[in-house]
């Protein structure tokens, strides 16, 4: 599984690379088991899921639980659907704004913190929070209570890989 995290406060910027192998990506060339209709409930529910998990775990840290904004559930689902189109994990495709852009082009303005992490290959919401959760760099951006609002993506590829993106803010 690869992920990917970054987080851009007011004047920091932090990313970072976890690569390696994902035992839960489908094989190249696989084809899509879900499509239309199906496939966008079948997003929202692995989005909600997602949120959820996140949530639980920041309780078990004492932070408040994330709020989902549509705005940072635009941006997120966009930049799924960019990456499952492209079939590479990045926080920025050739020609696609810088995170903060993004996040104000879909209407979260003002954001005093932003943070992004992703991954590819994970086939389920748990498998995907585990996987973050066991790295520290993720863990420390997704569990950091000072964020309040977040934004799920889950997106899958043509080639049956799965891609997920969780935006956080605070303004």
Known sequence: MRALFTLIGT????????????ANAAPPGA??????PARASTAALMERDVVTLINRARARK???GLRVLSSLQN?????DALMARARRLSHRLPGEPTLRNRVSAAGYTNARMLGE???????????????????STHRALLLDCRFRAV???????????????????RR
Not at 11 to 22: D, F, I, R
Not at 75 to 79: A, T
């Open 11 to 22: 004047t920091a910027v932090l990313a970072g690379l976890l690569a390696g192998p994902s």
């Open 31 to 36: 084809a899509s088991a879900v499509a239309g």
């Open 62 to 64: 004492g932070c408040v």
């Open 75 to 79: 941006s997120s689902g966009r930049h």
């Open 117 to 135: 992490v992703l991954a590819a290959g994970p086939t389920t919401p748990a498998s995907a929070v585990r996987k973050w959760m066991n790295s």
């Open 151 to 169: 934004g799920a993506g889950y997106a899958l590829s043509a080639d049956g890989n799965r891609w997920w993106t969780i935006d956080l803010g």
